[in-house]
């Protein structure tokens, strides 16, 4: 063996030494960028841009990880490959935390204004943007930084601008007044996807409301008795005979002695309640569509910040809890409350803050959705754009096919302000791209812009073409567009996905990607959801600086599949970082192994039965995992990957190899050795980016000149597979061989024979027997046995106080007196069972004690019968053992 290069790799790997080398390395190299090159189809994705509200989590880490792996394979497949990154201002997101900062400082954003607001919110936002720049590098992300993206830099914005005339020329886009979720601590109006729906155990109260010009009463119930207030009519089902008479009366709203007319209306279930409802037009979505079938006015009841309005009458100024109290105690007094039954019902909560949200009947910005989803539903049913996991289709045809109007404006400061001007002279409206300078009808100077802004979703919508340029025609838009991935979690699919694709298609008149990859969410060890309220949260940068990005990578892809949640444990991160150490390990023997100016060539005259082995299995490796990440199913060609090179190159051919390199004699494993680890780290390379650039470049120095290819193993080739290269004979030999190895040694473990005693072993192999017998001496050293020797038939074979071990393809038989010393054996036995005995009759003593019995809860008695039993069947075995020594 050669000597000891100078620079030797040091004995470990050290993460944290190397991956940030290497990520400064590509990036002075300009290889994430993409070279457009028109007669080559690119590779596209661009990034879920992550919310501007603060640092990347775990499910940013899974994002960066799976988006990774498509983009080195790609882009060591030759393609022009573009991953284009970006943050989300996020709107109301991201002024809820900036509030609540403020709060802390004892400031309030109103006496702060407007301006002052949004600029604190821009600086926040700048610094958190730099930072979730730098975490993604550490991820090892390798996307394409000249091109990174801000939902609010100006071309993305004037994209906005652009796509919100449009949508209005066409009539698409109208503003009315319609139910909207409102929250009052963020003061804004919220689209139906940004309420949580939660169940609450409420009451239900029956009221009655007197009919006008009667003694007569009819009894409503209602969750909410402060919208009584509200109330235009109470509406009953036209096919319900119990109220026939009463359709057409009239009746007194107690409280505030509204007279409202009795109407029928084909909404009212009959089974609720009484069967008789209240309408209250401006605080429920259902009682708004009544309204509208039957022309009934809409009372407004709350301010915004959910106090009563002058609407309410005596209860105004009143909290709206306070008042469905005030107003509880005054029907109760008039003996208008019939009573109040316990009902579980489900009510909207903020998802940003989670304060109960108020439906309630305001102006607002909408898009008339229907004629926009039409063709995001017919590109997804002819296939034009995939959704993997297949499952996901359904769900969002669904939703495509029952799509509701989007509210897309919100009270707030943060974010793209509408594009609409209001003239103050003569009221004219006017919609553009540049903010007017007049009144586009009477010339007047005096026009005001809407003060709200746009849903944060709305310029998410358009993320796959306002980032490469559109409206304009540039040539990124020509050349990158129409992506070919959107890759996301699957919580976001009718938020993000299911808009882009529409509003893609509508501005562009192409699909935005061919393909959505929905990944699970992460839970933890016990499979709860991560979040910080339940503190189970993993910190990337904390894992990264522990375990190492490879590592963490490895934990996050390993054996997931597409659409299923994935379960974060520190085994898998343990697992991953074992997995680089073993890798490491087998590098530096072959880098050691190199002398200077040694032959690599493999040269298929002088391989070895075990060479045409590794190289059959890296083929057959090769060709699995590229027909696996060509399917999505990352996790499983990761495991394939990690099975080949920790399972039988590291740990069988690597042993093999040793000894051939010891004995000095015969062709060299070191071609093969170099070939196949150079080629396995290629394949590995997208999953593991650092620690594969760091061995491949420690490998690639002992390497002869000619034969060091690339700079960076990121620009090199993937593999592919040597069809030529399969050779199940040698797979079927090397795997009897190595079922023997294993065999031998599970026999030696199981009985405890001593690390340095050697047991014999006779093999019977039928067909096998002369090409396995080759590897005697290999069986022999390995499995520590000798001697070796190789049984014609089963018959030949002794059955007296032997194992015999039944494998695939083979017989093992081992004398069990050259495993153990029967006399030591035997005095180890009965010591061991006369322990085990007294350990028996202690625990059937203590099952027996009626004390016991009924004062220990139930649990711990169950335990110990439960040992009793295991220890019982251990006494068993430790007998069956001493009888079989004879
Ligand atoms: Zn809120
Ligand atoms: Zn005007």
Redesign the pocket.
């Known amino acids: 063996m050669a000597e000891a290069p100078k620079d030797e790799m040091p004995k470990a790997y050290e993460a944290g030494k190397v991956e940030q080398k290497w990520y400064k390395f590509w990036l002075d190299k300009g290889y994430f960028t993409p070279k457009i090159d028109p007669k080559k189809k690119p590779f596209v994705i661009i990034m879920p841009p992550p919310n501007v509200t603060g640092e990347l989590h775990i499910g940013h880490a899974l994002t960066a990880t799976l988006e990774d792996i498509m983009i080195r394979w790609h882009r060591m497949m030759g393609e022009p490959t573009l991953w284009l990154p970006g943050v989300d201002h996020a709107g109301i997101a991201t002024q809820v935390v900036v509030e609540q900062m403020l709060a802390r400082e004892g400031v309030d954003r109103h006496k702060l204004g407007r301006e002052k607001t949004q600029a604190r919110i821009k600086q926040w936002a700048e610094s958190r943007r730099q930072m979730i720049a730098r975490q993604h590098q550490r991820l090892g992300a390798s996307c394409d930084w000249g091109r990174e993206r801000y939902t609010l830099d100006e071309g993305p914005s004037r994209a906005v601008r652009t796509a919100f005339v449009r949508l209005f020329e066409k009539g698409l886009i109208y503003r009315g007044e319609r139910i909207i979720n409102w929250c009052p601590r963020c003061a804004t109006a919220l689209s139906d996807l940004e309420t949580d729906h939660k169940d609450i155990q409420g009451n239900l109260y029956y009221v009655r409301y007197p009919l006008e010009g009667s003694k007569e009463f009819i009894t409503v119930a209602t969750t909410r008795p402060e919208t009584i207030l509200g109330d235009t009519a109470v509406a009953v089902n036209p096919k319900d005979k119990r109220f026939k008479a009463m359709v057409g009366k009239k009746v007194i709203l107690p409280a505030v002695k509204r007279v409202i007319p009795i109407i029928a209306d084909e909404a009212v279930d009959p089974e609720f309640g009484t069967g008789a409802v209240k309408i209250t037009p401006a605080h429920d979505p259902v009682d708004f569509e009544v309204a509208q079938r039957n022309h009934l006015p809409l009372v407004n009841i709350l301010h915004p910040d959910v106090t009563m309005n002058e609407n309410a009458g005596p209860y105004a100024g009143l909290d709206r809890f306070h008042c469905r109290q005030a107003i509880l105690d005054d029907l109760e007094k008039e003996g208008l409350l019939v009573k109040i039954e316990p009902y579980g019902h489900s009510v909207g909560h903020c998802m940003r803050c989670q304060t109960i949200i108020e439906p309630i009947a305001s102006q607002q910005w909408f898009i008339n959705t229907k004629p926009l989803a039409e063709p995001a539903i017919e590109a997804v049913q002819t296939k034009r754009i995939n959704i993997i996991p297949e499952r996901f289709t359904k769900v969002y045809l669904n939703w495509m096919e029952n799509i509701r109007d989007w509210c897309i404006s919100r009270q707030l400061w943060w974010g793209h302000r509408i594009p609409v001007w209001y003239?103050q002279?003569?009221g004219?409206v006017t919609v553009a791209v540049d903010e007017p300078k007049a009144?586009s009808?009477?010339g007047?100077s005096s026009i005001e812009q809407d003060p709200d802004v746009l849903d944060t979703w709305f310029s998410s919508a358009l993320w796959t073409h306002s980032t490469l340029g559109w409206p304009d025609d540039t040539e990124d838009l020509g050349y990158f567009y129409p992506t070919t991935v959107m890759e996301t979690g699957y919580d976001i699919l009718f938020f993000w996905v299911a808009r882009m694709i529409m509003m893609g298609l509508e501005d562009t008149g192409d699909i935005p990607f061919s393909t959505v990859y929905l990944h699970g969410l992460l839970r933890d060890e016990k499979g709860e959801k991560m979040s910080k309220v339940r503190g189970n949260v993993v910190d990337p940068l904390d894992t990264i600086a522990k375990y190492g990005t490879d590592a963490l990578r490895f934990a996050l892809t390993n054996d997931i599949s597409p659409g299923n949640d994935i379960k974060l444990t520190p085994s898998r991160l343990e697992a991953g970082r074992n997995f680089a150490n073993k890798l490491w390990n087998a590098t530096r023997f072959v880098v050691r192994s190199i002398e200077t100016g040694a032959d690599v060539e493999v040269k298929q005259d002088t391989i070895t039965l075990e060479d045409r082995w590794i190289l059959s299995r890296l083929s057959g490796t090769t060709a699995n995992v590229t027909r696996l990440m060509a399917n999505f199913q990352f996790g499983e060609a990761q495991r394939q990957l990690h099975d080949f090179l920790w399972g039988e190159f590291c740990d069988w051919y690597i042993e093999f190899a040793k000894i051939r390199l010891g004995a000095g004699e015969g062709p060299s494993p070191l071609p093969v050795l170099v070939h196949v680890l150079e080629s396995s780290l290629r394949l590995l390379h997208p999953f593991m980016p650092f620690v594969t650039e760091e061995l491949w470049q420690s490998l690639r120095k002992r390497l002869p000149a000619g034969w060091q290819g690339h700079d960076s193993i990121m620009i090199a080739a993937y593999p592919e597979a040597d069809k030529k290269a399969i050779d199940r004979k040698a797979e079927r030999v090397m795997e009897a061989v190595i079922e023997i190895i294993h065999a031998i040694r599970n026999a030696r473990a199981e009985h405890r024979v001593e690390s340095n005693r050697w047991v014999e072993a006779q093999v019977c192999a039928g067909e096998l027997t002369p090409a396995i017998k080759v590897y005697s001496p290999a069986i022999g050293t390995l499995a520590k046995a000798r001697p070796v020797s190789f049984l014609e038939s089963r018959e030949d074979a002794p059955t007296e106080n032997v194992l015999a071990l039944v494998l695939g393809s083979s017989e093992v038989i081992i004398p069990m007196e050259s495993m153990v010393d029967p006399v030591a054996e035997k005095k180890r036995l009965e010591q061991e069972i006369a322990r085990s005995r007294a350990e028996v009759s202690r625990l059937e003593g203590r099952l027996e004690d009626k004390a016991f019995l009924t004062k220990a809860p139930p649990a711990v008695v169950a335990k110990e019968r439960d040992k009793l039993a295991e220890r019982k069947d251990r006494l068993g075995r430790l007998k069956q053992s001493l009888d079989r020594l004879g």
């Open positions: 003239c002279d003569c004219e009144c009808k009477c007047s």
